[in-house]
């Protein structure tokens, strides 16, 4: 049974469930083998939880969303990841040049306290915006701290550099901050006011 299943009682209780609807579709890559593992890590498990208080968040944003941009939805990859699975993340890519893309178990991702999600938009057809890499690319083109100077370079073009800002925008208008080496991933708090004071999932 894998770590979801197996503490799917204590996740009902603790974290908040966020379903397909019309501002959020779900596209659980960790539950697919369309991932940098090339493996289905999640074993099948396609549910999709927060913490509350990340979750009420989000669901401000999807308002934003649906007021400013009624054309667009948000496309989620990952939200609540067991601490087990992270260690798994940690392990495959420890020693390579890319170790620092993936947080060390301890004291844990703030994925593993349902606190950060990887998302991107979409149109409503199903299409997703060109933010300029895909989802867990490890190149520095994917790194907004260097978009200015892809921009020079004209590796990131300024569609896709202002759909990456547009997407910031939505989120980081209801608290979220974007990590600055992954434009698809936002943490709801600071990991210090994380740590310590909210639910971990193992």
Not at 21 to 34: H, P
Not at 70 to 88: C, E, G
């Amino acid at each position: 049974m894998n770590s979801f299943l197996r503490q799917i009682e204590w996740i009902e209780q603790n974290f908040t469930e966020l379903k397909n609807n019309s501002e959020i579709v779900l596209d659980m890559k960790y539950s697919t083998t369309d991932n940098f593992m090339n493996a289905d890590v999640y074993g099948g498990f396609h549910r999709c939880f927060m913490a509350p208080v990340a979750a009420k968040m989000l669901l401000k944003a999807c308002e934003e969303l649906n007021a400013k941009h009624p054309d667009l939805q948000f496309h989620i990859w990952d939200t609540l990841r067991p601490r087990s699975i992270q260690a798994q993340f940690y392990d495959h890519l420890k020693g390579t040049p890319f170790q620092n893309y993936v947080a060390a178990p301890q004291p844990g991702s703030l994925h593993n306290f349902g606190m950060a999600i990887d998302l991107t938009l979409q149109t409503r057809d199903g299409e997703l915006l060109d933010m300029g890499t895909g989802f867990d690319d490890f190149r520095d083109l994917a790194q907004p701290k260097l978009e200015k100077q892809f921009l020079a370079s004209g590796e990131l073009t300024e569609a896709q550099y202002q759909n990456r800002l547009l997407l910031r925008r939505l989120l980081e208008s209801q608290g979220f901050k974007v990590l600055e080496h992954e434009w698809w991933h936002f943490n709801a708090l600071p990991k210090e006011q994380v740590y310590g004071q909210f639910p971990i999932l193992e």
